[in-house]
């Protein structure tokens, strides 16, 4: 039987996430686009307090907005599904801390220098706390307004006593991954997909991609 194309919406503009996701979805049979292909829409207010949450709030979102112009794009010939996610750093000693609130962390228009150093004058003024972390990847597609699959990633680590490394971006120089002994801001991007939390989710997606092509398929 032919096989019906499918064409994912990663709602994303990041260039960071959108070179990671590329490379991980690699070899699979969809085509994709990202928000860059789509007419502008307001953000959505993230408002969920688990990644779980925003990661759906947003894929809903996005199949009702941008998904409008993305089903008129001349590369849409089928269903087209739309993906979203929420990730961040969670730090045990700051009781969670930044979580889902890592991308505005202090505030929308803060940098990481300026993120990473409040992170550390935290985390120095208990020195006695253990400084495990782990970064954190919800995921969650929406066909049609319905959410057909889900999943999480995560990996676990210990927060730098100073930002090492130039790749990767966001929170990588600070989170140091014990088998590696380096920052995920130290090691190349095969290395870091291999084990991140991005990764796991999205080897995760190509899976159900993989088996849901299948499906319609048969």
């Not at 208990?126 to 990996?155: D, H, M, S, Y």
């Not at 088998?179 to 084990?195: I, W």
Request: glycine share 10%; with cysteine.
């Amino acid at each position: 039987m032919p096989v019906t194309p499918v064409t994912l919406l990663v709602a994303t503009t990041n260039p960071g996430k959108t070179r990671e996701i590329e490379r991980l979805l690699r070899g699979v049979p969809v085509d994709l686009l990202t928000l860059r292909d789509c007419a502008a829409v307001p953000e959505p207010l993230e408002t969920g307090d688990t990644f779980e949450a925003n990661a759906r709030l947003k894929a809903e979102y996005y199949d009702r907005t941008a998904g409008v112009g993305a089903r008129a794009h001349a590369r849409v010939r089928g269903p087209l599904l739309t993906v979203a996610e929420d990730s961040g750093l969670v730090i045990d000693a700051l009781d969670g801390e930044p979580g889902v609130h890592s991308a505005r962390y202090l505030s929308p228009e803060a940098t990481y220098e300026e993120r990473f150093a409040a992170i550390q004058s935290r985390l120095n003024a208990q020195p006695g706390r253990a400084r495990t972390a782990r970064f954190v990847c919800a995921l969650a597609v929406v066909e049609q307004g319905r959410v057909v699959f889900e999943t999480r990633g995560t990996i676990e680590g210990l927060i730098a006593r100073e930002a090492r490394g130039g790749a990767g971006f966001g929170y990588d120089p600070i989170f140091e991954y014990p088998p590696f002994g380096r920052t995920l801001a130290e090691v190349d991007e095969a290395d870091k997909l291999a084990v991140a939390h991005r990764g796991h989710a999205f080897r995760s997606l190509a899976q159900w991609l993989d088996s849901d092509r299948r499906q319609r398929r048969g």
